[in-house]
């Protein structure tokens, strides 16, 4: 269980999944309570030249993974954090790039969440991810329940 408390570490975590590797995942922003993974379109390609399905899905599972984990690390909280459900809706082919980016649904709040995880050893969030297309519009989104679990 390691402390993912900078977008560097969280790069270096990421980077030692080979799926994530493969992918050539990189960090993009994080600030205003948000995080954007990206990913090049060629390793992530399928056979009519837009996204794969299972890249853009994997993109926002670890965009929102990666915004949990760095919040717990900047609250000095080690835990693993796990994917509980999940939902992605595919809107729209993409031919670029892929960006996704991760926040926490709007009616919960990252206190509540690291405080529930100090005090109880174990706490959930729901958080939300759009890839979006280089016109505009959201070519993916993504809900998911992370659980967060201390050692």
């Known amino acids: 269980m ?3 408390a900078s977008p560097e570490q969280l790069l270096e975590t990421l ?3 080979p799926p994530a590797r493969a992918m050539q995942l990189t960090v993009g922003t994080y600030g205003d309570e948000r995080l954007t993974l990206n990913a090049p379109l060629a390793p992530n390609v399928n056979d009519k030249g837009c996204a794969f399905g299972g890249s853009l899905s994997s993109v926002l599972t670890l965009s929102a993974w990666s915004l949990a984990s760095l919040k717990l690390g900047e ?3 080690a835990a693993e954090v796990y994917v509980q459900d999940s939902t992605v809706r595919y809107l729209a082919p993409l031919f670029s790039d892929l960006q996704a980016t991760a926040w926490l649904e709007p009616e919960q709040d990252w206190a509540g969440f690291v405080e529930t995880l100090r005090t109880r050893g174990r706490a ?3 958080l939300l991810a759009e890839v979006t297309l280089p016109e505009g519009g959201v070519a993916c989104s993504f809900e998911g329940r992370f659980v ?3 050692g």
Do not use: D, S, V
């Open 75 to 77: 609250a000095g909280l």
């Open 2 to 4: 390691a402390l993912i």
């Open 124 to 126: 959930r969030a729901r």
């Open 15 to 17: 980077l030692q999944m």
């Open 148 to 150: 967060a679990k201390r």
